[in-house]
């Protein structure tokens, strides 16, 4: 990576950890399939190891708005979900990561904005939080599936519950990698590169979250997204 490329990086991660502090996700599924074509190192072991970090600042800002019985639900689901995924991870060969990488953003995106409405029951939890594991561990992005689920809550439960959820669940996922040997030394020093980015972001959401308006940004960063993964996919498949 040359010092353009690092700089690139940090400045699409710190826009999407604005979009989560304002959304409650997004911060992946905006910076992972740009990342993927400038600079493929971020992804998916520096991104996820500094996630618990952003994912505690946002969850602490609106504490006491987590929806407590949504999380635990969530998070039995995730277990299963993280451990598919460290499978997929160990068995993709690395020509054909961005094809994973693509595939499960366009379905990522494409649950997000399919307009399903999805009740909250133990099921649907325990499925979105698998589902949700699954992508967060192979791609780094685990918000569409869970996020679906919660789609009548207001912002602040929203906010601080997915948080929550993303931060213990990321941290299983870090924890299953790194146990299987996906993640190394390189990794760990990207990832501390990222806290200024990360504490950037946080801020800069604490400031515009009662700005901006989640009616245009979300449709914005699904958009942006989308063309993203299907020039990861071509890529792959040429």
Same mark, same amino acid.
């Given at each position: 990576?040359?010092?353009?490329?690092?700089?690139?990086?940090? #400045?699409?991660? =710190?826009?999407?950890? =604005?979009?989560?502090? #304002?959304?409650?996700?997004?911060?992946?599924?905006?910076?992972?399939?740009?990342?993927?074509?400038? &600079?493929?190192?971020? /992804?998916?072991?520096?991104?996820?190891?500094?996630?618990?970090?952003?994912?505690?600042?946002?969850?602490?800002?609106?504490? $006491?708005?987590?929806?407590?019985?949504?999380?635990?639900?969530?998070?039995?689901?995730?277990?299963?979900?993280?451990?598919?995924?460290?499978? &997929?991870?160990?068995?993709? +060969?690395?020509?054909?990561?961005?094809?994973?990488?693509?595939?499960?953003?366009?379905?990522?995106?494409?649950?997000?904005?399919?307009?399903?409405?999805? +009740?909250?029951?133990?099921? =649907?939890?325990?499925?979105?939080?698998?589902?949700?594991?699954?992508?967060?561990? +192979?791609?780094?992005?685990?918000?569409?599936?869970?996020?679906?689920?919660?789609?009548?809550?207001?912002?602040?439960?929203?906010?601080?519950?997915?948080?929550?959820?993303?931060? /213990?669940? =990321?941290?299983?996922?870090?924890? +299953?990698?790194? /146990?299987?040997?996906?993640?190394?030394?390189?990794?760990? %020093?990207?990832?501390?590169?990222?806290?200024?980015?990360?504490? /950037?972001?946080?801020?800069?959401?604490?400031?515009?979250?009662?700005? %901006?308006?989640? &009616?245009?940004? &979300?449709?914005?960063?699904?958009? %942006?997204?989308?063309?993203?993964?299907?020039?990861?996919?071509?890529? $792959?498949?040429?």
């Amino acid at each position: 990576m040359n010092p353009l490329e690092f700089i690139l990086g940090l #400045l699409v991660l =710190t826009t999407g950890y =604005t979009i989560q502090g #304002l959304l409650g996700f997004g911060a992946c599924l905006f910076a992972v399939p740009i990342l993927a074509v400038i &600079a493929p190192e971020f /992804i998916p072991g520096p991104v996820l190891m500094v996630n618990p970090l952003l994912c505690a600042l946002v969850a602490w800002r609106e504490y $006491s708005f987590i929806d407590w019985p949504v999380l635990r639900w969530a998070l039995v689901g995730r277990v299963p979900g993280v451990l598919l995924g460290v499978w &997929a991870l160990t068995q993709v +060969s690395e020509d054909r990561l961005g094809l994973l990488f693509g595939t499960l953003l366009l379905l990522g995106v494409g649950l997000r904005i399919s307009g399903v409405r999805t +009740s909250r029951t133990p099921w =649907t939890l325990v499925g979105a939080g698998g589902l949700s594991g699954f992508m967060g561990t +192979s791609v780094a992005v685990g918000g569409p599936p869970i996020a679906l689920v919660l789609n009548d809550a207001s912002g602040s439960e929203l906010r601080s519950t997915l948080n929550a959820f993303f931060l /213990i669940g =990321t941290t299983i996922s870090v924890i +299953s990698l790194t /146990i299987v040997g996906e993640f190394g030394v390189s990794d760990l %020093l990207l990832a501390v590169c990222l806290i200024p980015s990360v504490l /950037i972001g946080v801020a800069l959401s604490s400031r515009l979250r009662d700005v %901006l308006t989640r &009616a245009w940004l &979300a449709p914005a960063v699904y958009g %942006l997204s989308s063309s993203f993964a299907v020039i990861l996919v071509i890529r $792959s498949l040429v």
